[in-house]
């Protein structure tokens, strides 16, 4: 079965750099959500879409912004980068109705040097 | 705000031991509990729900919320069950979004 599929695996910046992560939701699934994870931390929610709108937004610096799209991918754009940036993105995806699993990609390390 | 706390960093067993591991949570409402594990080298993946009241992999966990936890628990553990587990926690009003605890690096030992 299809999974997310996130682009790219691992990215390398310099400060002061901007860096762009896509992510492609499974088919069918209207909602994305962008975690990010750094070094021995738990996921911290980004911002999540549903249907091409922010539906909740987290602890997502004003440097970076987000999008989803008439195809329901969506890409986080990260600006000004420093070098508390360096983690792990995770982007899930899932169905809009109740509760519903969420299923992640396997997510885009960032290093910024 | 919610909050969820995995007291144990690291659990290591032998395997064909019992393992327990901990999570507590903090919210007035009524959230939906999960389990998520994360293989080495792999994406997370869901584990347990708490709505679904089912075991997978010989994993069971059961909501408490008199005490506010939701315990994983396994009575036999294999060697297959080295990972990372990250309780978390969403409810309706939070659109979806997880909030995850610590989490807990299981090793099982030969």
């Known amino acids: 079965a299809a999974g997310v599929i996130q682009s790219p695996r691992h990215l390398i910046k310099e400060k002061r750099e901007t860096a762009t992560l896509k992510c492609y939701p499974i088919p069918r699934h209207d909602t994305v959500y962008w975690y990010q994870q750094g070094p021995g931390q738990d996921p911290q929610f980004l911002i999540s879409f549903y249907e091409k709108m922010q539906s909740d937004k987290g602890s997502i610096p004003d440097r970076f912004s987000a999008q989803q799209f008439s195809d329901y991918h969506s890409e986080l754009n990260m600006s000004s980068l420093e070098l508390g940036d360096s983690a792990l993105y995770f982007c899930?995806?899932?169905?809009?109705?109740?509760?519903?699993?969420?299923?992640f990609g396997p997510g885009t390390r960032l290093t910024v040097l | 705000a919610q909050r969820v706390t995995q007291p144990e960093k690291l659990l290591s067993v032998f395997k064909g031991a019992p393992v327990e591991l901990k999570c507590n949570y903090s919210?007035?409402?009524?959230?939906?509990l999960f389990w998520y594990v994360q293989y080495s080298r792999q994406r997370l993946q869901l584990l347990l729900r708490h709505i679904s009241r089912e075991s997978i992999k010989g994993f069971t966990a059961d909501l408490n919320k008199g005490e506010t936890s939701f315990h994983l628990k396994k009575p036999f553990a294999q060697e297959e069950d080295s990972a990372m587990y990250y309780c978390?926690?969403?409810?309706?009003?939070?659109?979806?979004?997880?909030?995850f605890g610590g989490g807990t690096r299981v090793l099982v030992k030969p």
């Open positions: 899930a995806s899932s169905t809009h109705e109740g509760v519903n699993e969420q299923f």
């Open positions: 978390a926690l969403t409810f309706k009003a939070a659109g979806n979004k997880l909030t």
């Open positions: 919210y007035s409402g009524s959230p939906e």
